[in-house]
């Protein structure tokens, strides 16, 4: 038997660090955005008795993983032990400690064996413990970092619907909302299981159950074609305004209709509305520039007119490149840079503006209790790099070299138009206005955002 232990302070108490465990969306919450993890059954919470069920990939395959929890004391343990799974045992124990009245230390205590016996013992030890203390020392942060930042942001729960919340930022969201003690209901296409806690909508044929939209404290949106699917033809660009467009108007005044509005709805842009600016600095109050995703962003704030001539405060969140290795910019850099033939792209010389994918939630939760914040809000963190130096920090966090730069004509090669905008054009934003209204950021270097997202 092999022992893993991890023990950190937490400034909160033990029973709400107990509580945000216990709340729905804590494994997804606390799953690194660099494993995959998919639930596939879930019966209970975390009680005697509670089940889950959940593939995870192991090499080429995926492999089954069920765990059922007991030993549940409230406010200061539980156990999981897994049922069926890669292991020949695991027992999992996580205990929440009183340090005062406003602390306490949690410990996350495994007890493991590997198949195959002494070889299983030899051979995998290593790479097993390895893997948990960079997977704990994220659960941990993650604990202590949300547990603060919903301290921030008291008050009474509130009863949000999220639009996109499948797509790589709504799937965050929806978590970190419900492990702070808020509810959430999603905004989806179809509900083959049932599920309540949804809301059935269809933007392209313009229907919404706007009943069940009645008394919702906000709605955040960030439903849309990815601008990055496919090469930009005239048929992919028409599909990604209207997917933009249409749903935001639905969704506006379909809210604006209500008898009982929301009183903010937050509705994701992108600082694409500002087109290739070079070198100049952009703040909220800068104009958009040119270009197809310039006007895109433009049209789809502009969507939300109805709702805010309605009373509802409405925030634009101008998102920059998110940085998570689950999705978007990041995870399609990941293959190239990780096998060392990663590099600067064109020049180089041209500004990212980036936001790590934890402060996109912190600024969300912002936006949705801030209510002295309206209209559009760069949701970037306050340092800007260039290509070039995105590239250096990058290699340095995975150790790897980056010897291989993308000319811009091989760029334009391979995406067309979409080259111009999305991978050349320069982008300098900073985030004024949340740091006006006190916004603190998690991770406001490029080294440390990386590192902790990829674990490194």
């Given at each position: 038997?092999?022992?893993?232990?991890k023990?950190?302070?937490?400034?909160?108490?033990?029973?709400?660090?107990?509580?945000?465990?216990?709340?729905?969306?804590?494994?997804?919450?606390?799953?690194?955005p660099?494993?995959?993890?998919?639930v596939?059954?879930?019966?209970?919470?975390?009680?005697?008795?509670?089940r889950?069920?959940?593939?995870?990939?192991?090499?080429p395959?995926?492999?089954?993983?069920?765990a059922?929890?007991?030993?549940y004391a409230?406010?200061?343990?539980f156990?999981?032990?897994?049922?069926?799974?890669?292991?020949?045992?695991?027992?999992?124990?996580h205990?929440?400690?009183?340090?005062?009245?406003?602390?306490?230390?949690?410990?996350?205590?495994?007890?493991?064996?590997?198949?195959?016996?002494?070889?299983?013992?030899?051979?995998?030890?290593?790479?097993?413990?390895?893997?948990?203390?960079?997977?704990?020392?994220?659960?941990?942060?993650?604990?202590?970092?949300d547990?603060?930042?919903?301290?921030?942001?008291?008050?009474?729960?509130?009863?949000?619907?999220?639009?996109g919340?499948?797509?790589?930022?709504g799937?965050?969201?929806v978590?970190?909302?419900?492990?702070?003690?808020h509810?959430?209901?999603?905004?989806?296409?179809?509900?083959p299981?049932g599920?309540?806690?949804?809301?059935?909508?269809?933007?392209?044929?313009?229907?919404?159950?706007?009943?069940?939209?009645?008394?919702v404290?906000?709605?955040?949106?960030?439903?849309?074609?990815?601008?990055?699917?496919?090469?930009?033809?005239?048929?992919?660009?028409?599909?990604?305004?209207?997917?933009?467009?249409?749903?935001?108007t639905?969704?506006?005044?379909t809210?604006?209709?209500?008898r009982?509005?929301?009183?903010?709805?937050?509705?994701?842009?992108?600082?694409?509305?500002?087109?290739?600016?070079?070198d100049?600095?952009?703040?909220?109050?800068?104009?958009?520039?040119t270009?197809f995703?310039?006007?895109?962003?433009?049209?789809?704030?502009?969507?939300?007119?109805?709702?805010?001539?309605?009373?509802?405060?409405?925030?634009?969140?101008?998102?920059?490149?998110?940085?998570?290795?689950?999705?978007?910019?990041?995870?399609?850099?990941?293959?190239?840079?990780?096998?060392?033939?990663?590099?600067?792209?064109?020049?180089g010389?041209?500004y990212?503006?980036?936001?790590?994918i934890d402060?996109?939630?912190?600024?969300?939760?912002?936006?949705?209790r801030?209510?002295?914040?309206?209209?559009?809000?760069?949701?970037?963190?306050?340092?800007?790099?260039?290509?070039?130096?995105?590239?250096?920090?990058?290699?340095?966090?995975?150790?790897?070299?980056?010897?291989?730069?993308?000319?811009?004509?091989?760029?334009?090669?391979a995406?067309?138009?979409?080259?111009?905008?999305?991978?050349?054009?320069?982008?300098r934003?900073?985030?004024?206005?949340?740091?006006?209204t006190?916004?603190?950021?998690?991770?406001?270097?490029?080294?440390?955002?990386?590192?902790?997202?990829?674990?490194?």
């Amino acid at each position: 038997m092999t022992e893993f232990v991890k023990r950190s302070r937490i400034d909160a108490p033990a029973e709400e660090v107990f509580r945000w465990h216990a709340r729905p969306g804590a494994l997804e919450r606390l799953t690194p955005p660099w494993t995959k993890l998919d639930v596939i059954e879930r019966t209970g919470g975390i009680e005697n008795g509670a089940r889950v069920a959940f593939k995870i990939p192991v090499g080429p395959i995926h492999v089954r993983w069920v765990a059922e929890h007991c030993d549940y004391a409230e406010g200061r343990q539980f156990r999981d032990v897994q049922v069926e799974g890669p292991f020949t045992r695991w027992e999992h124990t996580h205990r929440f400690e009183p340090d005062g009245a406003s602390a306490s230390y949690l410990e996350d205590r495994i007890v493991y064996e590997l198949p195959l016996g002494v070889l299983g013992r030899s051979v995998g030890d290593p790479f097993v413990h390895a893997m948990l203390e960079q997977m704990f020392a994220y659960r941990h942060a993650i604990t202590a970092q949300d547990l603060a930042v919903h301290a921030v942001y008291g008050g009474a729960p509130l009863h949000v619907a999220v639009t996109g919340a499948t797509g790589l930022v709504g799937s965050a969201l929806v978590p970190f909302l419900t492990t702070g003690g808020h509810r959430v209901t999603r905004l989806v296409r179809s509900n083959p299981k049932g599920d309540d806690g949804t809301v059935l909508w269809n933007p392209a044929t313009g229907s919404i159950d706007a009943a069940a939209l009645e008394g919702v404290d906000a709605v955040v949106h960030l439903a849309g074609e990815s601008v990055a699917g496919a090469r930009w033809t005239d048929t992919v660009k028409a599909r990604i305004l209207e997917s933009r467009t249409r749903g935001t108007t639905l969704l506006a005044e379909t809210l604006a209709r209500l008898r009982q509005p929301p009183q903010v709805l937050v509705s994701a842009s992108a600082i694409g509305y500002y087109g290739n600016r070079g070198d100049a600095v952009l703040r909220e109050d800068s104009a958009g520039g040119t270009g197809f995703l310039a006007a895109v962003c433009q049209e789809w704030e502009a969507a939300t007119q109805v709702a805010e001539a309605a009373g509802i405060r409405v925030v634009h969140l101008r998102v920059g490149i998110v940085l998570s290795p689950a999705g978007g910019a990041l995870k399609a850099m990941l293959v190239p840079f990780t096998l060392g033939a990663g590099g600067r792209i064109g020049s180089g010389t041209q500004y990212m503006s980036w936001i790590a994918i934890d402060d996109l939630l912190g600024a969300v939760l912002h936006a949705l209790r801030t209510e002295t914040l309206r209209g559009p809000v760069n949701a970037v963190a306050p340092n800007a790099v260039t290509n070039a130096e995105f590239t250096r920090v990058l290699g340095h966090v995975l150790r790897r070299p980056t010897l291989f730069p993308v000319p811009a004509v091989a760029a334009r090669l391979a995406f067309g138009e979409g080259a111009d905008e999305m991978l050349l054009a320069s982008t300098r934003v900073e985030p004024e206005r949340l740091q006006t209204t006190h916004y603190t950021f998690r991770h406001a270097e490029l080294k440390a955002a990386l590192r902790h997202v990829l674990g490194r």
